[in-house]
């Protein structure tokens, strides 16, 4: 059948015939919506593309939503807590090899393996941590930085130890210039990474708690021209139920409160990980972070050797950060955010841990202000003294470092709850997509052969 | 054919076309062109006139002190109401020393303790206070801060390779000089570098607030002064080729000189920079007292067994010990 008049011209019938399909589709819908049954079809072929579409849409939104929920537990928690790895690494490492020098003589094992540890450490975490920055060239200028300065500063610690087992004062200097790299450049860009992280993770939290607008209005309209459709064939056929459209408006239905339960368990226990878990991370390694500069700076306090007021004054400036019970401190902070017993009872153990340590800080200015420098050494860095500030220190941050298991687990574990609610949402919103098409063809097919 | 012939000839022609438009380039995922070396903390290039010119002293004689008191007090007896008394009541000496400068003022690594040529001046002193020479409290002292740790009292007395000048005179006193030392240059062992004339716009380095940068600056052939906190970062920034030259007190060059021996100490003296012990304006008893010991270190050849022991390894002649200059009284 040529609908289309024939006219001389260098383009042969056929491709004419495909270039009028749109003008002779459109002039047959208008034909066939005159008549009752032509309105029918039309009315069925619509609901079926309607279905098959939010069919789709649906399953890609659920799928994408199940992967972002996955991506947090495989890929965006672990890179945020290996940057913070490398940070508490690295400042570890500094003050480790300050207590180093302070010790005198060649290094004591116990340090050298803990130094050796902390540049292992940062150095594969740097390198998980910059695989993922690609795109975010914000990350990647601080990755480069630290994957440039770390071998320097590597190399200026062990130049000063070659020349502390000489016995020259050329090693305090290069000592010295590698921790002012350490403080200038590594840390700062460190810091700098985990921001950017944790603040990567937050985004992908808030993508996995969104409501996927799109899917869900695709239903409503589909649950919509459903009922309308309904009543439409009610009016014309005097028929008060078609079991075709309701299976269809059935599977509809249990679609969207299948997904609506889904979607809101899992975003309830996102949101809950991200508050007991991550958002207590963070307030801990915070708490970490403070804790690891005031070592550093009372170290170097002593290094200095009367010559480190300021060391002494970001000691005690960060002091308030994890002390007294104001919302200013860090470890009462994460101790409101703590979901278990356990973690609390951890952070109330570090909490004490900072008392003591304070204590026996206190302790070691007078003795340096009063002359007794040796003494102030030792009660500084010995491991053997049971109340040294190496010890409380060391105990503050392995209780921090328990605690920020404990949150982390808490997040792994609301995160693959969040998960687990998806099970099967992204086939089951398929099938019953393909379900409700079924049923519409059905009961109009029905109605259809009714004007036979 | 003819069809053959006209699809072979398109053939070809579309694999030219795409041989020559499938420019393809090989990337560089990491392009590094620099990277800045690391330097010590509080290093200053060119730093400004303010921070080491001081305006002009009246002239004097630097190397004259207070003459010490007829007969020394017995250690442990210090006369009633002197600036001796009051330190032996709080046990203790503070003396603002260094701990960066390799045979005058340095820590230790192995033992950890202060060791050197000013460091033994300093037992001395609290050998005569207290009879015991270790009643020393240690307080490290940049060369920026000596002048101001003894004016807000934070400390009894500087021994820091500290130059007696007319203008230090007029915020200080020093005791009689005991040991004259004088500016020189030190450079790299391959260098051929001799004075600082040669060295116009090229970067020499110096401790800030010393007289050594203020000389630099000041230098006709215009140098670039750049400062540093310690003596021994000027050693480090010359090994990580970041100046080409270090010029100060030949004493402290020479513990340079002992830590690295691919550096080298070159031309004359061409500054004479008397140490003295610094006490604070006020206390003039004390600089008295602390002259009376130093005239006793060098009558009993202590003087002279403390600079074998730490100026002797340079190899430089032992100088008689500096002749004491009395102030009029």
């Given at each position: ?187 700062p860009a460190a810091q700098e990474l985990y921001e950017i992280d944790s603040a990567r993770l937050t985004a992908a939290q808030d993508a996995a708690t969104s409501v996927p607008w799109v899917a869900l209005g695709l239903v409503v309209v589909l649950l919509g021209a459903l009922v309308v459709a ?223 | ?329």
């Amino acid at each position: 059948m040529v609908t289309t008049p024939v006219s001389e011209g260098p383009a042969t019938p056929g491709t004419r015939r495909v270039l009028s399909l749109p003008a002779t589709a459109a002039r047959s819908v208008r034909k066939s919506a005159a008549s009752t049954p032509g309105r029918l079809f039309l009315i069925g072929v619509s609901l079926v593309v309607l279905a098959l579409l939010t069919g789709v849409v649906g399953a890609i939104a659920m799928q994408e939503k199940q992967s972002t929920i996955d991506s947090l537990i495989d890929h965006r928690e672990p890179v945020a807590a290996a940057s913070q790895q490398i940070y508490r690494s690295l400042s570890d490492a500094d003050a480790t090899a300050a207590s180093a020098f302070l010790a005198g003589g060649t290094i004591p094992p116990a340090l050298r393996d803990r130094y050796d540890m902390d540049i292992a450490t940062a150095g594969a975490n740097l390198a998980k941590a910059s695989a993922d920055v690609s795109g975010d060239p914000e990350a990647e200028r601080q990755v480069n930085e630290l994957a440039q300065q770390l071998p320097v500063y590597t190399g200026l610690v062990e130049t000063a130890r070659a020349y502390n087992r000489q016995g020259f004062p050329a090693g305090a200097a290069y000592l010295r210039e590698a921790s002012g790299l350490m403080r200038a450049k590594l840390l700062p860009a460190a810091q700098e990474l985990y921001e950017i992280d944790s603040a990567r993770l937050t985004a992908a939290q808030d993508a996995a708690t969104s409501v996927p607008w799109v899917a869900l209005g695709l239903v409503v309209v589909l649950l919509g021209a459903l009922v309308v459709a309904q009543m439409y064939l009610t009016r014309r056929t005097n028929r008060l139920l078609n079991v075709g459209m309701m299976v269809a408006t059935g599977a509809v239905v249990v679609a969207l409160l299948w997904g609506s339960v889904a979607l809101l368990l899992e975003s309830s226990r996102v949101s809950n990980g991200r508050e007991h878990g991550t958002g207590q991370v963070e307030v801990i390694v915070q708490a970490r972070i403070v804790a690891l500069k005031m070592r550093a700076n009372e170290t170097l306090t002593l290094v200095a050797r009367g010559d480190g007021g300021e060391y002494e004054d970001e000691f005690q400036n960060l002091s308030e950060q994890i002390t007294g019970d104001g919302s200013n401190n860090l470890i009462t902070r994460a101790r409101g955010l703590a979901a278990g017993q356990e973690t609390t009872d951890l952070l109330a153990a570090a909490q004490k841990n900072v008392d003591d340590w304070l204590a026996a800080h206190k302790k070691i200015r007078e003795l340096d202000d009063g002359g007794a420098y040796g003494d102030a050494v030792s009660l500084a860095i010995s491991p053997d003294a049971k109340t040294s500030a190496a010890n409380m220190f060391t105990q503050l941050d392995d209780n921090l470092l328990k605690a920020l298991r404990e949150a982390r687990q808490q997040f792994a574990d609301d995160t693959s709850g969040a998960s687990n609610a998806m099970t099967g949402l992204t086939p089951g919103v398929g099938v019953l997509a393909l379900l409700a098409a079924a049923g519409v063809t059905m009961g109009i097919r029905d109605r259809l052969q009714e004007y036979r | 054919m003819r069809a053959v012939r006209t699809s072979l000839v398109f053939v070809v022609l579309l694999f030219a076309v795409t041989a020559c438009a499938g420019g393809g380039r090989p990337v560089d995922l990491a392009n590094v062109t620099s990277v800045p070396g690391p330097s010590p903390v509080g290093v200053e290039e060119n730093p400004s006139q303010s921070a080491t010119s001081t305006a002009p002293a009246p002239p004097c004689d630097p190397m004259a002190s207070f003459r010490p008191p007829a007969s020394m007090p017995t250690p442990g007896q210090m006369p009633d109401g002197s600036t001796m008394r009051a330190i032996q009541d709080t046990g203790k000496l503070i003396a603002g020393v260094d701990q960066n400068t390799f045979l005058f003022g340095f820590r230790n690594p192995t033992t950890g303790s202060l060791e050197g040529f000013d460091i033994d001046r300093v037992h001395e002193i609290a050998a005569a206070i207290f009879g015991d020479p270790n009643k020393v409290q240690f307080k490290v002292v940049t060369s920026n801060n000596r002048i101001d740790a003894l004016e807000k009292g934070e400390v009894h007395v500087v021994v820091r390779t500290f130059t007696a000048n007319c203008a230090r005179w007029q915020q200080i006193n020093f005791s009689n000089t005991y040991y004259v030392a004088g500016q020189r240059l030190l450079v790299d062992r391959q260098s051929n570098v001799t004075s600082l004339d040669q060295l116009g716009g090229k970067k020499v380095c110096a401790a800030k607030g010393s007289t050594s940068i203020k000389t630099i600056t000041e230098h006709q052939a215009k140098p670039i002064p750049v400062q540093v906190d310690n003596w021994s970062d000027c050693l480090i920034m010359l090994q990580q080729g970041q100046v080409v030259a270090v010029s100060t007190d030949d004493t402290i060059l020479a513990g340079m000189v002992a830590q690295d021996p691919n550096v080298k100490m070159v031309g004359d003296r061409f500054t004479q920079e008397p140490y003295g012990i610094g006490i604070p304006k006020a206390n003039v008893d004390m600089v008295r007292f602390v002259n009376g010991v130093l005239a006793q270190s060098i009558a009993d050849g202590k003087w002279r067994d403390s600079y074998d022991k730490w100026l002797g390894r340079t190899g430089e002649q032992a100088p008689a010990p500096p002749a004491p200059v009395y102030l009029p009284e």
